[in-house]
């Protein structure tokens, strides 16, 4: 049985709060124009002290990183969320599904703070736990789901999370995805297989390019066709079993431009996001993680050329901060996080000042039952042994 899902709902619309969908974001913010926003924060931030912790991703805006107490990506985001077990609030700079990880993984006195709601992440709305529940059952009428170990990307929901907590299987980010696949298929033995979630780019690169598989071993399941569009026997000879989602941001990136590059800027070495297409990743010099990218760019020389493929806030950033090098973004027209870019320097100013006058808005609070098997599936990660090259 194929289950029919809700399309996305318009950002900024809807109240569906436990999933990545856009929602209402009700909150008496103070006027972008408002020429004290700066000061505002600071004050705010400074008036709570130690009680607030700033978590901000590599992909938010300048006016909002620089109120951050740490940045990362989403896997060093994880772990510094619980490795901070004396801030009372922890405001997420950042989106929808990594707050709901912030709160799986700190204490239950903790109060986690998204300044936006309207922050979700579309790739996370891809997989939605009836369609991934009917998947799996799937699985089981071809006989195999013993051998299937679930993975799921970082970017997904709570409810996605604890579906792998409760089958054996794991978190991972693009950090440690080549780490996750090896303990996956070392879980089930000869006949293991990698049930991956939900973007197919990371699952894809990583099986290919990290492990050695071959494409014909990965099947894509497409939750919107009957039995995910694959015969019995398909799912059976497959090694990779790949959710059909993407980022549409990473989605942008394309061979040509990469062609274009190479044959205009002598030398230039493309760097992009393992999010991006196959054979994108396959034309670039380097490939890896957030983190990875800014540790790259950092170490690199200067005089070097560098086309990035990933968000364009992250890109400008790198660009500024490394003058000495030629920096530029892999693709031709702008290329923004609508989500992440929700939260702005009113969303941060509205959070912290209500923080201040004693009211938590914008909570975000998995329920027990799915942040019990999410935190399962989480610590398996945070478990991993060392991390790959690309960290
Ligand atoms: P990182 O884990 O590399 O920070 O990426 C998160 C993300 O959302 C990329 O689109
Ligand atoms: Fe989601 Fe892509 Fe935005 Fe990352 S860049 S939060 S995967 S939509």
Redesign the pocket.
């Known amino acids: 049985m194929t289950t029919v899902d809700l399309p996305l709902l318009p950002l900024g619309r809807g109240t569906d709060l436990s999933a990545e969908r856009g929602v209402e974001c009700p909150g008496d913010l103070p006027a972008a124009s408002d020429p004290d926003l700066v000061a505002r924060a600071a004050a705010a931030k400074a008036k709570l002290g130690e009680r607030v912790f700033v978590l901000g ?3 938010q805006r300048d006016e909002v990183i620089q109120f951050a107490d740490v940045t990362g ?3 060093k985001l994880a772990r510094e969320a619980a490795a901070r077990p004396d801030a009372e609030f922890i405001v997420f700079c950042g989106v929808h599904f990594m707050a709901e990880s912030a709160d799986i993984l700190t204490a239950p006195s903790q109060k986690v703070v998204l300044p936006d709601l309207a922050a979700g ?1 579309s790739m996370a709305d891809m997989a939605r736990l009836a369609q991934v529940e009917d998947a799996w059952d799937a699985l089981t009428d071809a006989g195999i789901a013993d051998q299937v170990v679930p993975i799921t990307y ?2 997904s929901s709570a409810d996605i999370k604890a579906f792998c907590g409760r089958h054996d299987g794991a978190v991972c ?3 440690n995805a080549q780490v996750a696949l090896e303990w996956a298929f070392a879980q089930k033995g000869e006949d293991a297989k990698v049930l991956f979630l939900p973007d197919q780019h990371l699952g894809r690169n990583t099986a290919v390019l990290e492990l050695g598989l071959e494409l014909a071993d990965c099947v894509v399941w497409n939750p919107l066709k009957p039995n995910g569009g694959l015969t019995a026997e398909q799912l059976r000879d497959a090694k990779m079993i790949l959710w059909k989602g993407h ?1 549409s ?2 989605g942008r990136f394309s061979a040509e431009v990469v062609d274009q590059l190479r044959a205009t800027i002598p030398g230039v070495n493309i760097l992009v ?1 393992p ?1 991006c297409a196959h054979e994108v990743v396959l034309r670039a010099d380097l490939v890896g ?3 990875f990218i800014i540790n790259t760019i950092e170490a690199a020389e200067p005089g070097t050329s560098w086309a990035i493929g990933t ?1 364009l806030n992250l890109v400008k950033r790198l660009a500024k901060d490394h003058p000495d090098k030629q920096i530029m973004f892999l693709d031709k027209t702008v290329c923004y996080c609508s989500t992440m870019n929700r939260i702005d320097l009113p969303h941060l100013v509205w959070a912290l000042e209500s923080l201040v006058d004693g009211t938590v808005v914008n909570q975000i609070q998995v329920d027990a039952e799915t942040e019990h098997w999410a935190k399962v599936a989480l610590q398996r990660m945070l478990d991993l042994p060392g991390k790959t090259a690309r960290d």
């Open positions: 991703h590599h992909y990506d989403s896997f992440c970082m970017n980010t693009s950090s980022c941001v990473h996001h999010e993680s957030t983190e968000e």
